[in-house]
T-cell receptor, first 110, second 113 residues
Framework: GAVVSQHPSWVICKSGTSVKIECRSL??????MFWYRQFPKQSLMLMAT?????????EQGVEKDKFLINHASLTLSTLTVTSAHPEDSSFYIC??????FGPGTRLTVL | QKEVEQNSGPLSVPEGAIASLNCTYS??????FFWYRQYSGKSPELIMF????GDKEDGRFTAQLNKASQYVSLLIRDSQPSDSATYLC?????????????FGSGTRLLVRP
């Protein structure tokens, strides 16, 4: 099956700083990757679709200037949470193929 | 109306029983349907997917799809305490020229020893 990794698995940062999360497809090339966010006791919400070599497509209500996505290669997509605030604290999960998820990154903003 | 609806539960069943999890969806354009299991603090794990009407079996799991009724279910036979988790239903459909997974809010399953 498709193997997807994420780094870091968890991160704690101060309010106002930026945090970068990496998503890698380990055994296949992914022209499209998906970024999800999950708040406690809620379901996964699609934030954006990352497209290799082109701009990401953001879902309604997701600020593209706050959640910067870069998909520079066929195996790597990054999500940067800029000027993080406590309300950005969440579980961020990427998917590099429909149905297959990375292990997730838990972000805590103090 | 939510696009994908699930009863939040918890659904409590005794060990060895059949657990039945249900999901309805609103968009008839949905192409395929996924069931995931998610343990607390972990990423979802794919259990199985189905795209044709009828039943699909994989070990102790059976997915059932009825497109006319816009209904998909997951049966877990011989439920084990280790099956206790949140089960997420997701539908895959075309949106903005690409396929996207839309998730339900999940049903929490508790299997009592």
């Amino acid at each position: 099956g498709a193997v997807v990794s994420q780094h870091p698995s968890w991160v704690i940062c101060k309010s106002g700083t930026s945090v970068k999360i990496e998503c890698r497809s380990l055994d296949f090339q992914a022209t499209t990757m998906f970024w999800y966010r999950q708040f406690p006791k809620q379901s996964l919400m699609l934030m954006a679709t990352s497209n290799e070599g082109s701009k990401a497509t953001y879902e309604q209500g997701v600020e593209k200037d706050k959640f910067l996505i870069n998909h520079a290669s066929l195996t790597l997509s990054t999500l940067t949470v800029t000027s993080a605030h406590p309300e950005d604290s969440s579980f961020y999960i990427c998917s590099a193929r429909i149905g297959h998820f990375g292990p997730g990154t838990r972000l805590t903003v103090l | 109306q939510k696009e994908v609806e699930q009863n939040s539960g918890p659904l409590s069943v005794p060990e060895g029983a059949i657990a039945s999890l249900n999901c309805t969806y609103s968009d008839r354009g949905s192409q395929s349907f996924f069931w995931y299991r998610q343990y607390s603090g972990k990423s979802p794990e794919l259990i199985m997917f189905i795209y044709s009407n009828g039943d699909k079996e994989d070990g102790r799991f059976t997915a059932q799809l009825n497109k006319a009724s816009q209904y998909v279910s997951l049966l877990i036979r011989d439920s084990q305490p280790s099956d206790s988790a949140t089960y997420l239903c997701a539908v895959n459909r075309m949106m903005d020229s690409s396929y996207k997974l839309i998730f339900g809010s999940g049903t929490r399953l508790l299997v009592r020893p």
